[in-house]
């Protein structure tokens, strides 16, 4: 059963189908398109990548934090000169997060601006990652500092991908999809996996259509990404995304309930929800949270000061110049556990 979700965005709208065997429209979309050639990056093995019907170079790539920087950017940029690409032809990535960002990011700056269509492999990239148009890069300062808005022409969510998806893998997208409880989506606790896709892409893309260029309801999508990135910094990214977006909510619960935001209760449901799916809800013990504070601080959210967003009487909502004491006493606050334990336990 396929499920087809639209990003309505005026010119730049587009589907996204999630559903077994999707990739396999790839060659309708090109035609589409009017695409001559095209230019497959993919993470993944060659046969995972179906025909683009059109002329095709294929690069490799590999998925992993180290290969989201600009020389990767740059050298894709290269490859499609030497190839022929014109601003008419598209370009295609498969495989996880890092890949669709790079990819996504290369499209957006080449020719300045080139069709792109996303064949997310991962669990994470599928909920999150190539729904939306945000491309980025890291620097050795922060998380996705460098990057552009740059919508797909298409996503193909092939649920069959997922079935080769080792355990943490698969967990690591979860943390996305345990976020998703606190910013408008039903209870997908227990539901079959491939209705918790399409139901946190339905979120996402509703939100997205709504604030395109993240000035104002986009800013849910965060939710628990602040101290997340900054754990993914700090661990030098021994925590995955999804994980450290997990201890993200927990803290973010705790957070909004230090400012009287949320009841006990609703605390206590943050960290209900991450541990349903298995995932990491503790701090690993030996960071410093002065560094993580000072992490925190270069968000992209915090201009002022340091902003969260937070759960609170009227829903989830960014919410700014959070006095750093709160902050600094809610880390303290937090449990703590040996790293390895923390990767074991997912």
């Known amino acids: 059963m396929?499920?087809?979700?639209?990003?309505?965005?005026?010119?730049?709208?587009?589907?996204?189908?999630?559903?077994?065997?999707?990739?396999n429209s790839l060659p309708?979309?090109?035609?589409?398109?009017?695409?001559?050639?095209?230019?497959?990056?993919?993470?993944?093995?060659?046969?995972w990548v179906p025909d683009t019907g059109v002329e095709t170079l294929v690069l490799p790539a590999r998925d992993g934090e180290p290969a989201k920087r600009l020389s990767t950017v740059e050298d894709l940029c290269g490859e499609f000169a030497r190839f022929g690409l014109t601003r008419s032809d598209v370009v295609v990535s498969c495989g996880g997060g890092t890949t669709t960002d790079v990819v996504g990011l290369a499209a957006a700056l080449y020719h300045r601006g080139v069709a792109v269509v996303h064949l997310p492999t991962s669990l994470l990239a599928q909920v999150d990652a190539s729904v939306g148009g945000k491309?980025?890069?890291?620097?050795?300062?922060?998380?996705?500092?460098?990057g552009a808005?740059?919508?797909?022409s298409a996503v193909l969510c092939d649920t069959d991908y997922l079935t080769t998806l080792p355990r943490r893998e698969?967990?690591?997208?979860?943390?996305?999809?345990?976020?998703?409880?606190?910013?408008?989506?039903?209870?997908?606790?227990?539901?079959?996996?491939?209705?918790?896709?399409?139901?946190?892409?339905t979120l996402k893309a509703g939100i997205v259509a709504q604030d395109e260029r993240d000035t104002g309801p986009r800013h849910l999508l965060n939710y628990g990404h602040t101290l997340g990135h900054a754990l993914e910094i700090a661990t030098d990214f021994a925590l995955r995304h999804g994980e450290a977006v997990a201890i993200g909510t927990v803290f973010a619960g705790r957070l909004a309930g230090a400012l009287?935001?949320?009841?006990?209760?609703?605390?206590?449901?943050?960290?209900?929800?991450?541990?349903h799916y298995?995932?990491?809800?503790a701090l690993p013990e030996d960071v410093d949270p002065a560094v993580l504070v000072r992490q925190m601080h270069r968000d992209k959210k915090a201009v002022t000061g340091l902003a969260f967003v937070l759960a609170g009487p009227r829903g989830a909502e960014l919410v700014s110049d959070v006095p750093p004491d709160v902050v600094t006493d809610v880390l303290a606050g937090m449990p703590r556990a040996d790293l390895q334990t923390l990767l074991g336990a997912t």
């Open 170 to 201: 698969l967990l690591n997208g979860l943390g996305e999809i345990a976020r998703c409880h606190f910013i408008g989506a039903p209870d997908l606790r227990g539901r079959p996996l491939p209705e918790q896709i399409a139901a946190g892409v």
């Open 260 to 275: 009287g935001r949320l009841d006990q209760s609703g605390v206590d449901e943050h960290l209900d929800v991450v541990r």
């Open 2 to 23: 396929t499920t087809t979700i639209p990003v309505h965005l005026q010119e730049r709208s587009y589907d996204v189908l999630v559903g077994p065997g999707v990739r």
């Open 28 to 47: 309708g979309v090109v035609r589409r398109l009017g695409a001559r050639r095209a230019v497959v990056v993919s993470a993944r093995p060659r046969d």
């Open 149 to 152: 808005y740059w919508q797909p």
């Open 135 to 146: 491309t980025a890069v890291n620097l050795p300062a922060g998380k996705n500092l460098v």
């Open 278 to 281: 298995g995932l990491p809800a």
